[in-house]
Each structure stands twice: as structure tokens, then as C-alpha cells.
């Protein structure tokens, strides 16, 4: 069982920046194949963010947020995070980091179903 504990969200002027981190703990060898960043928005749905495979670090993001925001991970401290830049208020949402234990995570970053583990949720909040 992986263990995830989200901070970093809050309240930022558009154009402004936060950091989200994602702390993981527990698991079995080889359950954290990738960590993805999603978002869920009310009245939407949860939608991909970014991701990142653990032991290369190859990122990948969404088209929405290319160019915006930053992944990256921790080996050391288990924690990645999620650098967001130049926000705007269409990234209000809730944000969640999820871990995948798919082997295949290069291809399968995009789907909810490739992540086992959730973490609770952290909101952000983008004023205009």
C-alpha cells in the first residue's frame, strides 16, 4: 500500500506560481512505476496533468499546461512535484498525484486506470 500526501495548493493572481509536492511512502519494490499530477475541475472531468516516469525521469504533459508547468521528482526525499508557472484561471481545480505500478507507463501515463494510488487532493485556486 502507497501513501500519498499532497501540499503546496492555495490561492495565486493569475500570471503567478505555485508548487504542489507529492509525498510517497510504503509500497512494494516496483509499485511506483510513474507518478501522474490530474486535475478535476467542478463540474468536469478529472482531467491529465502531468506525469513522469520514476526511474528515468521522462516527463509528459498536457497540452494545456505545456511550456506552464514542471515535474519532477525526488529520488531521495520520494516526493515529486509539480512546479506551476503563468496560471491562469482555468487551472483552478482540485489537484491530485497518483502513482502507477504499470511497467508500461510510457504509454500509459493518460489513463486513470494505470494509477493504483491516489492521494487526497490539494486545492488551487487561480483569481483573474
Known amino acids: 500500500q502507497v501513501q500519498l500526501v499532497e501540499s503546496g495548493g492555495g490561492l495565486a493572481q493569475a500570471g503567478g506560481s505555485l508548487r504542489l509536492s507529492c509525498a510517497a511512502s510504503?509500497?512494494?519494490?516496483?509499485?511506483?512505476?510513474?507518478v501522474g499530477w490530474w486535475r478535476q475541475a467542478p463540474g468536469k472531468e478529472r482531467e491529465f496533468v502531468a506525469g513522469?516516469?520514476?526511474?528515468?525521469?521522462?516527463?509528459y504533459y498536457a497540452d494545456s499546461v505545456y511550456g506552464r508547468f514542471t515535474i519532477s521528482r525526488d529520488n531521495a526525499e520520494n516526493t515529486a512535484y509539480l512546479q506551476m508557472n503563468n496560471l491562469k484561471p482555468e487551472d483552478t481545480a482540485i489537484y491530485y498525484c497518483?502513482?502507477?505500478?504499470?511497467?508500461?507507463?510510457?504509454?500509459?501515463?493518460?489513463?486513470?486506470?494505470?494509477?493504483?494510488?491516489w492521494g487526497q487532493g490539494t486545492q488551487v485556486t487561480v483569481s483573474s
Open positions: 497518483a502513482v502507477s505500478g504499470a511497467i508500461n507507463y510510457d504509454s500509459m501515463y493518460g489513463y486513470t486506470g494505470a494509477y493504483d494510488y
Open positions: 510504503g509500497g512494494r519494490r516496483g509499485s511506483k512505476q510513474g
Open positions: 513522469i516516469k520514476w526511474s528515468r525521469g521522462s516527463t
